[in-house]
């Protein structure tokens, strides 16, 4: 997998990236964040408000998956 785009966001939000990927059968998954947390920067999924007005993920990545595309995207923010 890949990162397609990167934007980066200027201002005081914790929010310093929006980002895409693409995986390796073509397929595009837009709207990963990456976070500026106590412990540094992290990998946000996307996801979305439910009824209860809490946020689920809707791509569920597994571990070592979201770990290696974590360090991807942090690298490619530090460029």
Not at 55 to 72: A, C, D, N, S
């Amino acid at each position: 997998m890949k990162i397609v785009r990167m934007n980066k966001i200027q201002g005081g939000g914790k929010t310093v990236a929006f980002f895409d990927i693409q995986t390796d059968d073509d397929i595009v998954i837009k709207g990963f964040r990456l976070v500026n947390g106590a412990n540094g920067l992290f990998l946000s999924a996307p996801n979305e408000k439910g009824k209860d007005g809490k946020f689920y993920e809707t791509v569920i990545l597994p571990k070592e998956m979201k770990k290696e595309l974590e360090k991807k995207a942090v690298d490619e923010y530090n460029r």
